[in-house]
């Protein structure tokens, strides 16, 4: 018997089970790039005061120092260093959120190679 | 019911495509499955010598003298163990049927955090497990370590893929190991006395015999290649193939260089790979998002999603004696993000310090092995008593580094996928049979032991004078010195010297009879080796007159190290055949007698003096940043009295003598608050270099009160 209360208790269970389902299609990675968290401009290269603790922790375990301890091999050859846009005074890593100075180093360094 | 099995089937129809990702990345294949996939150049084949359950993880693997096969397992990569918790171990592989294959596995040492290579030495095994170099050894016989000492601790010990590994015995008697320029500060348990070394910047050495140990030029990653007269070449993620040109003995005599790099990449070829398997998933999607990163930025510069080297690792020196002679000498490297063997023939020439990496004629569309199989991963290589080359294949689904791939990306990839699996493979002749090598040089007499060194099978040679090294046996000099005057083979007469000097057996006589050998190679060390004998400075001399480019920069090195009043003279002869390469330039510089207004003078008055090719302004400029940095007053007067001289004159070598001087004094160490105050504000007026300029410096000079 097909009642109003049925068809809406059909509708609910279906979209509870869509709902399920984009849960599921989300969690599988949806290939979006995250929106990115508006980071506080810093003052200075060394200004953490905008980035969270677990981004904080993260740099310091990929060993990341304000002055490169190899000779010739810095943060601003590294492929995975972003020179800092209009209007903004440094750069920035593929690998953890904040300021980065152009002369730094982290363990995870990888040389910009030609062409690049 | 009807409808709510209708709403379950949309709903996992939903949930299937939606799920797609779960086909993103294909499953393992057996290891039969996985050695069929496996394609390798004509000429040879490819066999499974061990696979799990025998070996999982592989990342090293070493023969010792008595051809025992010993493998790293580094199963905890890419976190990081809890202590007491580590699945990385030693195991050793036994073939005991002779098949080839291992059908036995023993764990010789467990709980390993974090180890990646191994080296034979005493009875046992060094091991380095960041932050430390472990010396285990079964005292037994039961193929299980039953002692553990920490020889060397205070390495970093924070990323598994940059830490102390790469163990290689040097003909050099030096132990040679990659530090990837990691900071640390080493302590080393026999000289408890000794302030930490730090090791920020450098690879590291040591000699165990003597008590020594030091920095050593790097960085190097996972993979160090020692040809046979100990040139060294690393590998680093996306540069397969680099060179190390100057020790760091001689790029940190002074300290006012104004760069100490001496690292070369020596690939003639684009960074290239012919890469077979599919891109991962992940790895598009993150490299397109960088790309989008970097156009936002504006930057020209793209990232490769494939076929470009990231995932080098391994550079292995193939010198045995199973494969055709052709490969004798070539590098082997795995590029791991590729699943893929690339092979490098290694070409000198008499005009370059550094050899040439060059793909070999039927590699330049292909590798020289490749698999489809994603899983293939081909970390390191090893040559044994056989003579084979061994792959050793990490085999697992992912090897990346986790942190740098985004989270929404890695939610469904499992890093450990794999960590129940392991295989190794040996290379051969195609129309070839196993042979198997028995070795048990244990019990082999020492004078047996010094035949070996012109085995066809270098890791006969190299066992030998590891041996010798550590048994002392000084009964078998005169066989060692027999060896060394009357070997054909360049290879052997190099052993012989080094284990001579590792029995305190050398003198000056017969490091001058090594400065006349017929071989460059075995030259460049006697010009090493005598830089302990003053008496032998004229024979060093002598040898900058027609030495090839890579002898005269061993020389010019060397020279360096003796304080007489014909060493400048020598290094401008030096900078006259060879001052065209900065790493000639480099040599001269990193001595105290190339290095000071007085070397300038004297190119000044050579032939050089308006070559802009053998004197280019580079080496000016690095010249007076020298002189600047050392702050010697002195020394500072007689550099600006040369300001006027017609060579400095020419071509701009003023402006850049000014530059570098000022450049080098503002960064002394020595300077003190008000003078370097002074010479910044001048440093600010050398976009416009004038008489003004030259005026103003030398009252800066005349100024200073030391």
Known sequence: ?116 | MRNTFTLLFAALLITLVGCKNKEKYPGPLTPEKALESIQVIEGLKVELFAAEPLVTDPVSMEFDEDGNCYVVVMSDYPNKPEPGKEKGHIRVLRDTDGDGKADTSIVFAGKLSEGTSILPWKGGLLVTAAPEILYMKDTTGDFVADTREVLFSGFFKDNPETQITNLRFGVDNWIYANNRGQDGNVTYKEKPGTPPLSVKGADFRFRLDRGLFELETGPGQFGQALDDYRNRFVTENSIHIQQILIPWRYTHRHAFLPSTRSIKNISDHEPIMFQESATPWWRAERTKRRNQEFQEKKLKRVEYERDHFTGASGGTFYNGDALPKQFYGNIFTGEVAGNLVHRDILTSSPDSVYFIAKRPAEEVKREFIYSKDNWFRPVNFSVGPDGYLYVLDYYRQHIETPVSIPDDLKADMDFYAGSDKGRIYRVMPAGGTYKKATPVLSKASSDSLVQLFSHPNQWYASQAHRLLVERQDKTVIPALQKVFRESADPRARLHALYVLEAYDALNAGIVKEALADSSNDVKEHAVILAENYTALLPELLALVKDAPAKLALQVALSLGQFNAPQVTPALVQVMERFGYDRTIQMAVLSSNAGSTPATLDALFKSSLASDSTKLPNVFVHDCSYVIGNRNNKAQLQQFVSLLEQPAMVFNKRQANAIKGLVNGWEKSTTIDADLKTKVTALKGKLKKINGETITQLKELVASTKY
Do not use: W
Not at chain 1, 23 to 30: E, L, M, Q, V, W
């Open chain 1, 1 to 116: 018997m097909n009642t109003r209360r049925h068809f809406i208790k059909n509708a609910m269970s279906l979209g509870g089970l869509l709902l399920g389902g984009a849960f599921i299609f989300s969690g599988c990675g949806d290939g979006q790039k995250p929106a990115a968290t508006k980071d506080k401009k810093p003052t200075s290269c060394s200004d953490l005061s905008g980035i969270s603790a677990e981004e904080k922790d993260k740099r310091k375990k990929l060993g990341y120092v304000e002055k490169s301890p190899i000779p010739d091999s810095k943060c601003g050859n590294c492929k995975l260093y972003l020179p800092p846009g209009k209007d903004e005074h440094c750069g920035s890593c593929s690998l953890f959120k904040g300021p980065i100075e152009v002369e730094g180093y982290c363990t995870y360094y990888a040389p910009l190679t030609e062409g690049e």
